[in-house]
């Protein structure tokens, strides 16, 4: 899962990056409104972490302004404003949830997990494809109710295959979603955890037909 982590204090954003990368997702940060529109803009997300107080375009213009260009992906806005009003103008604005610091990261963490549990394109809490199944809550992977081991890189490449069962992935596309705006990718990484996945998910099963398939010139599926 890929988050965009949208905070002017440095401190939060860094430290909520942290956490939400040691869960094993990829995660962008912007420290004002104007720069953190223009990744959403123009990036694909699961889901935004907006303060409401940012310099340059505060987290109600910048939600309203995503959801007046057709962009829903789920807002959860973080703010020190907790009166009711503030709160209804939040999610009136076009944002999903909202979270009153200060927080406990652990609350943080179940109500993001939360926002990617609703329905996007009909999606169940548990991911299952061709008898492979996959719990974003609990990171457990097994295939045919044999358990699976699988690093949290992986894990977030897998979920994201099993999210769009049948249709074809480019590296682009895989790379836009599982990795950091900033990561360093060289030109061969997705090839090296494609691989390492059907290690693990195919090879031990022979007399199964195998999950993931390469597309060449095209890129990868699962399904």
Same mark, same amino acid.
């Not at 939400?20 to 995660?27: D, I, L, N, R, T």
């Not at 302004?65 to 939040?90: C, F, M, S, W, Y």
């Not at 494609?194 to 399904?223: A, C, E, H, W």
């Given at each position: ?11 939060? +954003?860094?430290? @909520? ?17 104007? +720069?953190?529109?223009?990744l959403a803009a123009t990036e694909?997300?699961? @889901? *935004? ?7 340059? *375009?505060?987290? $109600? +213009? *910048?939600?309203k302004e995503l959801r007046k ?5 789920? $807002? ?14 939040g999610l009136d604005s076009g ?66 295959? *099993?999210?769009?069962?049948?249709? $074809? ?24 955890? @494609? ?26 599926? @699962?399904?």
């Amino acid at each position: 899962m890929r988050i965009l982590v949208v905070e002017d204090e440095h401190r939060i +954003a860094n430290s @909520i990056k942290k956490g939400f990368e040691q869960e094993g997702y990829a995660v962008d940060v912007a420290y004002d409104g104007e +720069a953190g529109y223009d990744l959403a803009a123009t990036e694909e997300y699961d @889901i *935004m972490v907006l303060d409401l107080m940012l310099p340059l *375009m505060d987290g $109600i +213009a *910048m939600t309203k302004e995503l959801r007046k260009n057709k962009i829903h992906t789920p $807002i959860l806005i973080l703010t020190a404003k907790g009166q009711i009003q503030d709160k209804v103008k939040g999610l009136d604005s076009g944002a999903d949830d909202y979270l009153v610091k200060p927080f406990s990261f652990e609350e943080l963490l179940a109500r993001v997990r939360a926002l990617s549990r609703r329905p996007k394109n009909s999606l169940d809490t548990v991911l299952s494809v061709n008898g492979l199944t996959l719990d974003p809550k609990t990171y457990e992977v097994k295939r045919d109710g044999k358990d699976l081991k699988i690093s949290s890189k992986e894990f977030s490449l897998l979920e994201y295959m *099993m999210r769009n069962p049948g249709k $074809i992935l480019s590296k682009d596309q895989i790379i836009s979603h599982v990795w950091n705006y900033d990561a360093d990718i060289l030109p061969n990484t997705v090839e090296v955890y @494609i691989k390492s996945l059907r290690s693990k998910i195919d090879d031990p099963f022979q007399n199964k037909k195998p999950l993931i398939t390469t597309v060449r010139g095209f890129g990868y599926k @699962i399904g």
